[in-house]
């Protein structure tokens, strides 16, 4: 008996030796899961849930009212909210311009209103960011005499509407995002983000007061991520604050193109969503198989006759099929933590 008691004893102390060792092990792994999600350059992986935002989401918030002017050889279109808090220049990408940003109205019969664009600027209203674009000269951005012409039409249209005094912020999508990453060593920017491109930093010298940077990336695009990882360590060395916002593929749904496009047919929307699923431009699942731009949606779409299309519609349906694939488009979907962002180094 005293010999099966000791054993016991000795086979009881083992266990509690491997529950400790367990519960060590626990709070170790929850530890280095903790100093993951502290890492210095965070990166936020966000899908298709956040898809929840309709393009008429900010009816009751704000509406557009731009004004169009032509300053130094280009156009610039403008709105300023009520009590602005900040000043946003956002920079298109190439074959883009200033008219996509805003929906075309009396104020400007010229805009097209793409359904990101419009959304980030909607959104920034609501914020109290008083919204200025701007076209390019050429088809994409360029960089020498282009980025002093810039400064000077945003330094003359801050002037002039009195805005002196707030902070300055600025946004770039693919050329643009070059270009402001640029302009950002000639401009006191109180911080800066750029969408789906890596700026151009191993051209540049970069100061200690480059403006805390916010990259938008999306993860397909493999060179980008990579590049992007490099000019992150050269930010951080300088101690520039930094952070990434990884932008994942979505499904497309029956009512994705309703919900994300103004004055989009549901019924049209369901039957295009059928007919991508039919041609299989999309898996089981709603996934896009390849970016929008590498499909022939609109040849086949002539073929078939029975669904039709207003050719304004085609450049809308097709940024949305770009952003479902989620290699390289301007996105609205992050919003919330871009202007998050802005609002943190608001100074």
């Not at 009212?65 to 009590?83: A, L």
């Not at 499904?251 to 994300?260: A, E, I, K």
Request: hydrophobic fraction near 40%; proline fraction near 4%; glycine fraction near 4%.
């Amino acid at each position: 008996m005293l010999k099966r008691s000791y054993k016991s004893k000795v086979w009881s102390g083992s266990q509690n030796w491997r529950v400790l060792l367990l519960i060590l092990f626990l709070l170790l792994v929850s530890v280095v899961l903790l100093l993951l999600c502290q890492y210095d350059y965070k990166k936020t992986s966000l899908g298709y849930e956040l898809l929840k935002q309709k393009w008429n989401d900010f009816d009751s918030l704000v509406q557009f009212r731009p004004t169009v002017e032509f300053r130094n050889g280009t156009d610039v279109i403008w709105q300023i909210p009520v009590s602005p808090k900040a000043v946003l220049f956002i920079a298109h990408g190439c074959d883009q311009r200033a008219v996509n940003f805003w929906d075309q109205s009396r104020d400007c019969p010229n805009c097209i209103g793409l359904p990101e664009e419009r959304l980030i600027v909607l959104h920034g209203l609501a914020q109290g960011f008083a919204v200025v674009t701007i076209s390019s000269a050429e088809r994409c951005w360029t960089f020498g005499k282009e980025v002093l012409v810039i400064k000077d039409i945003i330094q003359w249209w801050v002037s002039k509407r009195k805005l002196e005094k707030l902070p300055l912020v600025a946004l770039g999508a693919s050329s643009g995002g070059y270009f402001v990453s640029v302009l950002a060593t000639t401009m006191k920017f109180s911080s800066i983000v750029l969408m789906i491109a890596e700026g151009m930093f191993e051209k540049m010298d970069i100061k200690e007061d480059y403006p805390p940077t916010l990259f938008v990336h999306m993860p397909k695009d493999l060179y980008r991520q990579q590049k992007i990882d490099e000019y992150i360590e050269i930010l951080k060395d300088k101690g520039v604050d930094v952070a990434v916002i990884d932008c994942m593929e979505f499904p497309l749904s029956p009512s994705t193109l309703d919900d994300r496009i103004p004055g989009f047919d549901p019924t049209l929307s369901a039957n295009l969503f059928e007919f991508f699923r039919e041609k299989g431009f999309m898996d089981q699942n709603g996934y896009m198989r390849k970016d929008g731009r590498a499909i022939k949606w609109k040849e086949a779409l002539e073929e078939k006759k029975t669904i039709s299309v207003d050719k304004q519609l085609v450049p809308k349906i097709q940024e949305e099929l770009n952003l479902a694939f989620a290699y390289h488009e301007m996105t609205s979907v992050h919003s919330d933590q871009i202007y998050k962002w802005f609002e943190s180094h608001l100074s």
